[in-house]
């Protein structure tokens, strides 16, 4: 099995900064793609970020792309988002993701292995 721990939500005021990572651990080998979802409040879950872990593709959600960076390092097992000039409809639980194998890195039925999500609260 493969296990997902994010970390690095919180509070930020509307222009701000967060960086998330999820750390890997267990049958990491297993590991094709790793993505970023977010669910926001009486909301479905959408697609934010996929990269692949071999290679480094990368995959953006049209709202994202300018302002969030998806970059993993495959010697800790782990996945980042760093997350610029955030806006108040950035703020969800964000949860990280893992897919044995996925060809279309932004469905979210294709990735096998879930975190439990961290919160990112954007203020106005």
């Known amino acids: 099995q493969l296990q997902l721990v994010e970390s690095g939500g919180g509070l930020v005021q509307a222009g701000g900064s967060l960086s998330l990572s999820c750390a890997a651990s267990g049958r990491t080998f297993m590991i094709y793609t790793m993505g970023w979802f977010r669910q926001a409040p009486g909301k479905e879950r959408e697609f934010v970020a996929a990269i692949r872990w071999s290679g480094g593709s990368t995959s953006y959600a049209e709202s994202v792309k300018g302002r969030f960076t998806i970059s993993r390092d495959n010697a800790k097992n782990t996945v980042y988002l760093q997350m610029n000039s955030l806006k108040p409809e950035d703020t969800a639980v964000y949860f990280c993701?893992?897919?044995?194998?996925?060809?279309?890195?932004?469905?979210?039925?294709?990735?096998?292995?879930w975190g439990q999500g961290t919160q990112v609260t954007v203020s106005s």
């Open positions: 993701a893992a897919a044995r194998v996925i060809a279309t890195m932004s469905e979210s039925q294709g990735y096998n292995y």
